[in-house]
């Protein structure tokens, strides 16, 4: 069973930049599709952007062209680079993986995930 860990979480003021870590305990970037959700209070959890094993992306309209999802050559890691950030990008950000069936969309593992809190 592979382990996912996010980092970079934190607070930071609209219109600001924050770096999102995902560690996996094995070399999964490779033959998986990897994925950041977001979930803020009282809300459902959402999709924000996701990157396949060959490497094209998806992006939540909300997002586009303020986000980046990217990944190491190592196979190991996988980033979300916010920018631009707005007080509605507030929420707990999730990583996740679709390890374990390999179907697009079909996410069977999580990180724990980070806070992300943006206000002024």
């Known amino acids: 069973q592979v382990q996912l860990v996010e980092s970079g979480g934190g607070l930071v003021q609209p219109g600001g930049s924050l770096r999102l870590s995902c560690a996996a305990s094995a070399r999964i970037l490779s033959i998986s599709d990897m994925g950041w959700y977001r979930q803020a209070p009282g809300k459902q959890r959402e999709l924000v952007a996701e990157?396949?094993?060959?490497?094209?992306?998806n992006y939540a309209d909300s997002v586009k062209g303020r986000f980046t999802i990217s990944k190491d050559n190592a196979g190991y890691t996988v980033y979300l680079q916010m920018n631009s950030l707005k007080p509605e990008d507030t929420a707990v950000y999730y990583c996740?993986?679709?390890?374990?069936?390999?179907?697009?969309?079909?996410?069977?593992?999580w990180g724990q995930g980070t806070q992300v809190t943006v206000s002024s």
């Open positions: 996740t993986t679709n390890l374990k069936i390999r179907i697009a969309g079909r996410y069977d593992y």
């Open positions: 990157i396949s094993s060959g490497d094209s992306t």
